[in-house]
């Protein structure tokens, strides 16, 4: 009897603490993802409660949630969606309370959400284990869809897309795509909604999709509509607009040469220019020659250093620039780039790229 005493004196100190894993900057957005902390119980199953408190720096408590009791399993859980739903859920009285209480989602601010995992039903029983996480958090920017433009008529069957990443940045971020047709009479809305997907391509690390090898090409004449969202870890962070355009070409197309060299306006308009080995663009210019002032930077490898690069020299009037850039150091094929122009007039332009290898 004595030595079950004494072992119980020594091992109760080393009762196994259970840890929260929470990430603020994707689940301290909004009241419905709070609940998906995670718990780390590294003992036997018990009977438990959780009880969460949110405060922001300058605001005070923002709200307290108490959830009915649930089991605590052994290893990582969540809690139950019943001890969820019948929660009981108190706000502060502070203005970014009301937000909270009326949205659901929680506005700029500095928080602090606190954790803390009681035995039984609450309070009155032991306190398990508690944790904070801190995060000044910043609202997402609406995604803002690039290329192709809204209401646009494209002659390209096998069009490339590109969007604004989301801001601020996450890490593990991915975008989804979604391409529909819009049958007559339809809202693009609900073409979104009810349409069979003619691209619905997942797990997109970078904000620009070439269209996929495997999807069938656009039909002349039809309208299709498009749609970006930002996922990290299957969980929703933001959506897009809905765009559309149309499939209308003018006339055939002709040989490809002679529009080789597109207008340095229309290339810097926000869509990747895809780049065989050179870049090709034209502009008029009404000073005197000169040198082009200009340099090229990679968005997939930021740190990627691209030096001696080719000068261009331009006259006066209307010019046709080739960068020749195969075999130059830092080119990799499928990479991404931005070129920084700075024309005579003192004009800045930005052309983004993506750079292919030219077949030999």
């Known amino acids: 009897m004595l030595l079950t005493a004494l072992l119980w004196c020594v091992l109760s100190p080393l009762k196994a603490q259970v840890t929260f894993s929470f990430m603020p900057e994707i689940q301290g957005r909004t009241l419905e993802n709070i609940y998906k902390v995670r718990m780390n119980n590294p003992?036997?199953?018990?009977?438990?409660?959780?009880?969460?408190?949110?405060?922001?720096?300058?605001?005070g408590a923002v709200v307290t949630i108490r959830t009915n009791t649930f089991d605590l399993l052994p290893g990582m859980?969540?809690?139950p969606p019943g001890a969820v739903y019948n929660a009981a859920i108190s706000f502060g009285g502070s203005r970014i309370a009301t937000v909270v209480r009326q949205s659901g989602f929680f506005p700029e601010g500095d928080y602090d959400y606190c954790f803390q995992l009681y035995e039984g039903n609450g309070h009155s029983n032991a306190l398990l284990d508690e944790q904070c996480f801190s995060y000044n958090l910043q609202p997402f920017n609406a995604m803002q869809l690039i290329q192709p433009y809204d209401g646009d008529k494209l002659c390209d069957k096998r069009p490339s897309f590109?969007?604004?990443?989301?801001?601020?940045?996450?890490?593990?971020?991915?975008?989804?795509?979604?391409?529909?047709?819009v049958k007559e009479g339809q809202q693009r809305a609900e073409a979104l909604r009810m349409n069979l997907a003619i691209i619905n391509q997942r797990?997109?690390?970078?904000?620009?999709?070439l269209y996929p090898s495997l999807a069938n090409q656009l039909v002349e004449g039809k309208q299709y509509a498009w749609q970006v969202a930002a996922?990290?870890?299957?969980?929703?962070?933001?959506?897009?607009?809905?765009?559309?355009?149309?499939?209308?070409?003018?006339?055939?197309?002709?040989d490809p040469?002679?529009?080789?060299?597109?207008?340095?306006?229309?290339?810097?308009?926000?869509?990747?220019?895809?780049?065989?080995?050179?870049?090709?663009?034209?502009?008029?210019?009404?000073?005197?020659?000169?040198?082009?002032?200009?340099?090229?930077?990679?968005?997939?490898k930021p740190d990627l250093q691209i030096k001696k690069l080719p000068v261009v020299k331009i006259s006066r009037g209307q010019n046709q620039v080739v960068i020749d850039l195969s075999g130059k150091s830092?080119?990799?094929?499928?990479?991404?780039y931005i070129m920084d122009v700075k024309l005579p007039s003192g004009e800045q332009k930005q052309l983004r790229f993506i750079y292919k290898q030219p077949e030999e």
Do not use: H
């Open 77 to 79: 859980s969540t809690v």
């Open 43 to 59: 003992g036997g199953r018990q009977s438990a409660s959780l009880v969460i408190n949110v405060t922001e720096a300058r605001s």
């Open 162 to 181: 590109s969007w604004q990443p989301l801001i601020p940045a996450i890490n593990g971020v991915m975008y989804r795509l979604l391409l529909v047709e």
């Open 231 to 254: 996922y990290k870890n299957e969980l929703l962070l933001a959506e897009s607009e809905i765009w559309d355009f149309r499939v209308e070409c003018e006339q055939s197309p002709a």
């Open 257 to 300: 040469l002679p529009d080789a060299f597109r207008n340095l306006e229309d290339l810097t308009k926000g869509n990747f220019y895809l780049a065989r080995g050179q870049l090709l663009f034209a502009f008029n210019n009404t000073y005197a020659e000169t040198k082009l002032q200009y340099s090229i930077q990679c968005l997939t």
């Open 203 to 209: 797990q997109i690390p970078l904000p620009v999709l």
């Open 330 to 336: 830092g080119f990799t094929d499928g990479y991404f």
